[in-house]
């Protein structure tokens, strides 16, 4: 059974992750990988130094990002999408939706301009950070089917997916059953993913250490941000397939 990672941060999405693009493909490369997303949160920086390096250790390489969208349901609100660029036209449209985030939208992308960059792309929700997990988080499945309903209209058919993702995280149980039994209902296919966010699972401490530094906190603090893991690392093949065992559809 076959597995890519599609969701990982580099250390160009800032202060979030420890991974140099460097080190992320020699440990691809390592742990058997023949392909590797990119998908840094709002950025783009490392895209040319993922693609040429991916290229000369005969990786291929899929260059994505993590856009924050704003939220029709509340404006104030913005939450991550994970978008991969399928054809050229896509990845232009990455960097127009980088771009404007950068520039023009530094709260999100509203909803009505991204849609004019949505041709070339795939796209899969988040993880528990998502609009939608957020929906079935907190008891509102219409939300979460209209919200997905909303993004395959937006993407086309066969080009949004929903995110088995399974970090140890108690409310990822929630959100697997309900993607499982919304899949069979409505269609829309399932996908494996794991935000990487660190290399190895050691590495769990100098990414608090990196978190802590990016909002101001004290280590002691037991209230600031955390992952609540030691999941985010570079899962290899076989532990992927031992933690989503039950879903092999998304695999």
């Given at each position: 059974m076959s597995f890519i990672h599609l969701q990982t941060?580099?250390?160009?999405?800032?202060l979030s992750s420890t991974a140099s693009v460097g080190n992320m493909i020699f440990k691809a490369k390592q742990k058997g990988f023949s392909s590797l997303a990119?998908?840094?949160?709002?950025?783009?920086?490392?895209?040319?130094?993922f693609f040429k390096l991916c290229q000369k250790n005969g990786i291929k390489p899929i260059v994505g990002l993590t856009a924050d969208v704003e939220s029709e349901d509340t404006p104030s609100?913005?939450?991550?999408?994970?978008?991969?660029?399928?054809?050229?036209?896509?990845?232009?449209?990455?960097?127009?939706?980088?771009?404007?985030?950068?520039?023009?939208?530094?709260?999100?992308?509203?909803?009505k301009w991204l849609k004019h960059y949505c041709k070339g792309l795939i796209a899969i929700t988040p993880g528990i950070e998502g609009?939608?997990?957020?929906?079935?988080?907190?008891?509102?499945?219409?939300?979460?089917?209209?919200?997905?309903?909303?993004?395959?209209?937006?993407?086309?058919?066969g080009h949004f997916y929903l995110s088995m993702q399974n970090h140890q995280l108690e409310q990822e149980k929630l959100i697997?059953?309900?993607?499982?039994?919304?899949?069979?209902?409505?269609?829309?296919?399932?996908?494996a993913t794991n935000h990487v966010q660190y290399?190895?699972?050691e590495d769990m401490f100098a990414h608090?250490?990196?978190?802590?530094?990016?909002?101001?906190?004290?280590?002691?603090n037991d209230?600031?941000?955390?992952?609540?893991s030691d999941h985010f690392y570079l899962k290899t093949k076989e532990e992927m397939v031992e933690y989503l065992a039950d879903f092999p559809e998304a695999l």
């Open positions: 941060y580099s250390a160009y999405t800032l990119l998908t840094d949160r709002n950025v783009m920086y490392g895209a040319i130094e609100l913005s939450y991550p999408l994970v978008m991969l660029a399928e054809t050229e036209k896509g990845f232009k449209n990455l960097l127009k939706i980088s771009s404007t985030i950068q520039t023009k939208a530094k709260n999100g992308i509203p909803m609009e939608i997990e957020q929906a079935i988080i907190n008891g509102n499945e219409d939300l979460a089917k209209g919200l997905i309903l909303k993004f395959e209209s937006l993407f086309g058919r697997r059953n309900k993607f499982c039994d919304i899949s069979k209902e409505v269609g829309i296919p399932l996908v290399l190895e699972q608090e250490c990196l978190l802590a530094i990016k909002n101001g906190e004290k280590l002691q209230a600031r941000e955390k992952l609540g």
